[in-house]
T-cell receptor
């Protein structure tokens, strides 16, 4: 499993764009990159997933450079309700029935 | 949107007692998981379950733990003799198929407090 490294915490004001970068230097050819969000006392929730280049959905964008050794989760115009822990996970696309391995994540605090 | 549900939301028990945590996965899902999160720590994998048997388990999942799918909808985690260190949030998760990168859906969790 590729090891991931993320900042422990980040602060942002409401309305700003937040970019959280995850480093995964040992990512393998078959690995996907997935981001989950966890609010206090709730289960993790899937945000976005990608393999290369850019993926966008209604919640976030995910930027993956050509070497795939890092990825950046971009949250546009955050609000107080985006305060949560964000986890970057890397896993083999050919192993769908595999447990998720969570790191410590990045604790995002959005300030009014 | 369909969701994973868990009961109870909070369980308080005395050390040494047995507890059963219940989960109802999304109805057309086939792969089930239990994770736990001790306060302030990482989410940790306990066990995965498919086709009425355990697929994989972590070293945390020792003989005091067991899982069962007693009917077509429920998925349970039993802790036979609880210890203080079992106090944690327990999350059930499920997904539909083993296709690559299928999303796991998590329940809201059961907070277990062992006194």
């Amino acid at each position: 499993l590729a090891k991931t490294t993320q900042p422990i915490s980040m602060d942002s004001y409401e309305g700003q764009e937040v970019n959280i970068t995850c480093s995964h230097n040992n990512i393998a050819t078959n690995d996907y990159i997935t981001w989950y969000q966890q609010f206090p006392s709730q289960g993790p929730r899937f945000i976005i997933q990608g393999y290369k280049t850019k993926v966008t959905n209604e919640v976030a964008s995910l930027f993956i450079p050509a070497d795939r050794k890092s990825s950046t989760l971009s949250l546009p115009r955050v609000s107080l309700s985006d305060t949560a822990v964000y986890y970057c996970l890397v896993g083999d696309i050919n192993s769908g029935n595999t447990p998720l391995v969570f790191g410590k994540g990045t604790r995002l605090s959005v300030i009014a | 949107e369909p969701e994973v549900t868990q009961t109870p939301s909070h369980q308080v028990t005395q050390m040494g007692q047995e507890v059963i945590l219940r989960c109802v996965p999304i109805s057309n899902h086939l792969y089930f998981y239990w994770y736990r999160q001790i306060l302030g720590q990482k989410v940790e994998f306990l066990v995965s379950f498919y086709n009425n048997e355990i697929s994989e388990k972590s070293e945390i999942f020792d003989d005091q733990f067991s899982v069962e799918r007693p009917d077509g909808s429920n998925f349970t985690l039993k802790i036979r003799s609880t210890k203080l260190e079992d106090s944690a949030m327990y999350f059930c998760a499920s997904h539909r198929t083993p296709t690559p990168a299928d999303t796991q859906y998590f329940g809201p969790g059961t907070r277990l407090t062992v006194l």
